[in-house]
């Protein structure tokens, strides 16, 4: 296994990495709106949650020579569900043509006071 550590993404706050690399498949760590530069946590709408939340899954997929296409999976975590046309379209923003699975759960509470959290499957 090899983890990933990349600026271009905040560091963890835990006792995880941003994501394990295991025989050709990545496993990325659920990501909040945590700006990597300040590594504070953007407590905005949710529609300025989900763009931070994005960018920093496209700085992990950037530091590894990857893009959105090679995304296999995600699972989305919504403190409220009634968020999802937003989160949605901003979302779709991020993937042309090709779209990948895609779990979307609302929870009752996240790291933070977060309103989204995504996790992602990524290969190579």
């Given at each position: 296994?090899?983890?990933?550590?990349?600026?271009?993404?905040?560091?963890?706050?835990?006792?995880?990495?941003?994501?394990?690399?295991?025989?050709?498949?990545?496993?990325?760590?659920?990501?909040?709106?945590?700006?990597?530069?300040?590594?504070?946590?953007?407590?905005?709408?949710?529609?300025?949650?989900?763009?931070?939340?994005?960018?920093?899954?496209?700085?992990?997929?950037?530091?590894?020579?990857?893009n959105?296409?090679?995304?296999?999976?995600?699972?989305?975590?919504?403190?409220?569900?009634?968020?999802f046309?937003?989160?949605?379209?901003?979302?779709?923003?991020?993937?042309?043509?090709?779209?990948?699975?895609?779990?979307t759960?609302?929870v009752?509470?996240?790291?933070?006071?977060?309103?989204?959290?995504?996790?992602?499957?990524?290969?190579?």
């Amino acid at each position: 296994m090899q983890m990933i550590e990349t600026d271009k993404a905040p560091k963890a706050i835990g006792p995880y990495s941003q994501g394990v690399i295991y025989e050709g498949i990545i496993f990325l760590s659920g990501q909040i709106a945590i700006d990597p530069k300040t590594q504070e946590f953007i407590n905005g709408n949710i529609r300025e949650q989900t763009e931070r939340v994005m960018e920093n899954i496209k700085g992990i997929l950037e530091e590894l020579n990857l893009n959105f296409n090679h995304v296999i999976k995600t699972t989305i975590f919504l403190k409220n569900i009634e968020d999802f046309p937003v989160v949605n379209e901003i979302y779709g923003k991020y993937f042309d043509e090709y779209k990948p699975a895609r779990s979307t759960v609302e929870v009752s509470n996240l790291p933070k006071g977060a309103l989204i959290e995504i996790e992602a499957i990524v290969g190579k």
